[in-house]
């Protein structure tokens, strides 16, 4: 039982953290080119520009949950399964997202390389 | 794709090593933290490693949402996990611990990884399938595909080539 609370904490964690990439990515894809923005209309404009995204608090405040639902999900389960497994389901869930929501091409490169560095966090974290 | 987003992605790498190492580091000094006394965090902060390790945890969020304007997620999110890589090789030669074969596996995985994205372009957008091929031999996108994608979403960033700053 005690490892069904531990993987429904470590879905949490991802289903958060993906909630709050997916919400940055479309902000700040949403402000625009950050440097060009900045050369035309200096570094205000684009603080301006992000703090005026309801996307970006939306973000934040999902990755903060994410957070927060990671230190509860270490106190459920062993750091050496929570972390790393969060981590690495991050990056596949967020290949998805990115697909799904963000219109983003992921071809079979990009899937390659989610699998591949999936693997390799979760070898490193382990 | 240029110096500076190249600066950018790195900054992403590094902000993010150093400032999770750092706030590792810096809690171990200050102890666990319960639920119960929570003035604890409040004494967590002002321990130096802590302080430091946030500030570098804001720089990695300001490149990585500097980043995001300009790349796609799924091509911003392998340089963050190339931090995970540059931690392992900073404990190998700067601390002298010992790395075991299944960890060499990981940094292995994880560059391969690194390098099947890094080939591509940075941005992609499904709504513009045709981006112009050859048009840009440096791996980046084509300002052009990205202008459609801006024209797409009712143009709120002004039309403009990336080419002419590179």
Redesign the interface.
Known sequence: MRHVYTWIGILIVVFFSVVG??L??RA??????????WR?SGLWSVVGR?LTNSNFFLGVTAMAVAFFSLLFALSWGDVSLVAPAAASLT?IG??F???IF??????R??W??????A???????? | MTFRKYLVLAGVTVFAAAGDSMLSYGMKQTGSISIHHLQGLVLAVLNPYVAVGILLLLAFFASYMNALSWADLTYVLPATSLGYVLLALVAKFALHEQISLLRWLGIALISGGVGFVAGGPALTHQESPAVPKGANDDGTAGAAAHNRANALRGAKAPLFHEKAES
């Open positions: 990439d997916v940055m990515a700040m894809k949403q402000v625009g080119d950050v440097h060009e923005l035309r992000v990056f967020n290949a997202a990115a697909k963000l219109h983003e091409k992921v071809d490169r990009r390659i390389a989610a699998v591949l560095v693997a390799g966090v979760a070898l490193l974290a382990g």
